[in-house]
């Protein structure tokens, strides 16, 4: 396993950047049985240091669960000293996301992060928005080859032209979905949150993947929606909110378990 400090991580949960310079996994995979047969395991877990990942300053990151800034704020150790990851983290991550716009932003962002680090997306994100109008599912729907290009030589954002027309492709069929049950998509990704989740309270308990997220990328699997694999819709329910995965002792984590937002 490739330990170097510009190893590319492939793992899209915000976790995982701690775990041998991953976004996402955990310091160990879940049991087979609830993983799923076939899914890989989690990376081993790796050790302080200050790294880049796809040319983006990262931060300082640690192997703790749990690490204290200099505002003597208690936060997820997958922070790192990063203001933008701060603000991210404090701001949005872990708060209920609705509508159907949001979450395929959501799920459009998650599968450009696939083999990058979460900081290179967060950074350009801004310009994401600006290249997909806004994530308009209907505006996306109807891109054709010739703006397939135009974003595939834009350099303000990811120009992977496989990501570009898998999101294109994705929007066409999500468009479909609602244009006559408005909120269908909406309506389909929370109906796999859990009915309980329980936050890490070690490192050994950050998962990568679970049952939920393994029936949610089933399901998007079947309309035929690409990029929404277990491991991405495992991150897209901490991002969005269907479950709480701040670490046990985060300030933020408690304020979003006592329903303050």
Same mark, same amino acid.
């Given at each position: 396993?490739?330990?170097?400090?510009?190893?590319? @991580?492939?793992?899209?949960?915000?976790? !995982?950047?701690?775990?041998?310079?991953?976004?996402?996994?955990?310091?160990?995979?879940?049991? %087979?049985?609830?993983?799923?047969?076939?899914?890989?395991?989690? #990376?081993?877990?790796?050790?302080?240091?200050?790294?880049?990942?796809? *040319?983006?300053?990262? *931060?300082?990151?640690?192997?703790?669960?749990? &690490?204290?800034?200099?505002?003597?704020?208690?936060? @997820?150790?997958?922070? %790192?000293?990063?203001?933008?990851?701060?603000?991210?983290?404090? =701001?949005?991550?872990?708060? #209920?996301?609705?509508?159907?716009? +949001?979450?395929?932003?959501?799920?459009?962002?998650?599968?450009?992060?696939? =083999?990058? %680090?979460?900081?290179?997306?967060?950074?350009?994100?801004? +310009?994401?928005?600006?290249?997909?109008?806004?994530?308009? $599912?209907?505006?996306?729907?109807?891109?054709?080859?010739?703006?397939? /290009?135009?974003?595939?030589?834009?350099? &303000?954002? $990811?120009?992977?032209?496989?990501?570009?027309?898998?999101? $294109?492709?994705?929007?066409? $069929?999500? /468009?479909?979905?609602?244009?006559?049950?408005? !909120?269908?998509? /909406?309506?389909?990704?929370?109906?796999?949150?859990?009915?309980?989740?329980?936050?890490?309270?070690?490192?050994?308990?950050?998962?990568?993947?679970?049952?939920?997220?393994?029936?949610?990328?089933?399901?998007?699997?079947?309309?035929?929606?690409?990029?929404?694999?277990?491991?991405?819709?495992?991150?897209?329910?901490?991002?969005? !909110?269907?479950?709480?995965?701040?670490?046990? !002792? @985060?300030?933020?984590?408690?304020?979003?378990?006592? =329903?303050?937002?």
């Amino acid at each position: 396993m490739d330990r170097s400090p510009h190893a590319q @991580c492939s793992e899209p949960t915000r976790w !995982g950047e701690i775990t041998d310079f991953h976004r996402g996994g955990g310091a160990r995979a879940q049991s %087979s049985t609830r993983a799923g047969p076939g899914l890989p395991s989690a #990376p081993l877990l790796g050790w302080p240091t200050s790294i880049a990942m796809s *040319g983006d300053t990262v *931060g300082t990151m640690t192997r703790e669960l749990i &690490t204290t800034a200099a505002d003597g704020i208690a936060r @997820c150790g997958w922070v %790192s000293d990063d203001p933008e990851y701060r603000r991210y983290h404090d =701001g949005e991550w872990g708060v #209920p996301l609705h509508g159907d716009q +949001a979450l395929f932003e959501t799920i459009a962002l998650e599968g450009f992060q696939a =083999g990058l %680090s979460w900081i290179t997306i967060l950074r350009r994100r801004s +310009a994401f928005r600006s290249a997909f109008d806004d994530f308009s $599912i209907a505006r996306v729907a109807q891109y054709d080859e010739l703006k397939a /290009d135009e974003l595939s030589g834009d350099p &303000t954002i $990811i120009r992977n032209r496989q990501k570009i027309l898998a999101t $294109i492709a994705n929007a066409r $069929i999500v /468009d479909n979905l609602i244009s006559d049950d408005p !909120g269908a998509l /909406d309506s389909l990704v929370w109906g796999h949150a859990p009915a309980s989740h329980a936050r890490p309270q070690t490192i050994d308990q950050v998962l990568s993947v679970t049952d939920e997220s393994t029936a949610l990328s089933a399901s998007l699997r079947r309309l035929g929606l690409k990029f929404v694999g277990p491991t991405t819709m495992h991150a897209l329910m901490q991002a969005a !909110g269907l479950i709480n995965d701040h670490a046990v !002792g @985060c300030a933020r984590g408690d304020e979003l378990a006592a =329903g303050r937002r």
